[in-house]
Nanobody, 122 residues
Framework: VQLQAFGGGLVQAGGSLRLSCAVS????????LGWFRQAPGKEREFVAG????????YYADSVKGRFTISRDNAKNTVYLQMSSLKPEDTAVYYC????????????????WGQGNQVTVSS
């Protein structure tokens, strides 16, 4: 599985931004795609996940109600729509393909896209 992420940038607090992750390769063999983020000096943390078979979704408590993960089957792309952004959402965001273990832990994912910087100004 190959992942290519797009869409980071600078936005004011309260604004919106959408990240995209183009997925290629044996996607049917992957259970779940996830988004993670890592702020300077902090550990990488789970943001959202989407189960490929039925599009069931998972969210971190910190983003519930503000972020939405979705997919476009025709484009083999997973999106992270981020709304009501806060300065604490500032981080490098990564999409990743799940392998095994807890869907909330980075080491359960074995394929990672490149990071995309998201900066939210106050």
């Amino acid at each position: 599985v190959q992942l290519q992420a797009f869409g980071g940038g600078l936005v004011q607090a309260g604004g919106s931004l959408r990240l995209s992750c183009a997925v290629s390769g044996r996607t049917f063999s992957r259970y779940l795609l996830g988004w993670f983020r890592q702020a300077p000096g902090k550990e990488r943390e789970f943001v959202a996940g989407l189960r490929w078979s039925d599009s069931d979704t998972y969210y971190a408590d910190s983003v519930k109600g503000r972020f939405t993960i979705s997919r476009d089957n025709a484009k083999n792309t997973v999106y992270l729509q981020m709304s009501s952004l806060k300065p604490e959402d500032t981080a490098v965001y990564y999409c990743a393909a799940y392998y095994s273990g807890s869907v909330y832990l980075p080491n359960s994912y074995d394929n990672w896209g490149q990071g995309n910087q998201v900066t939210v100004s106050s």
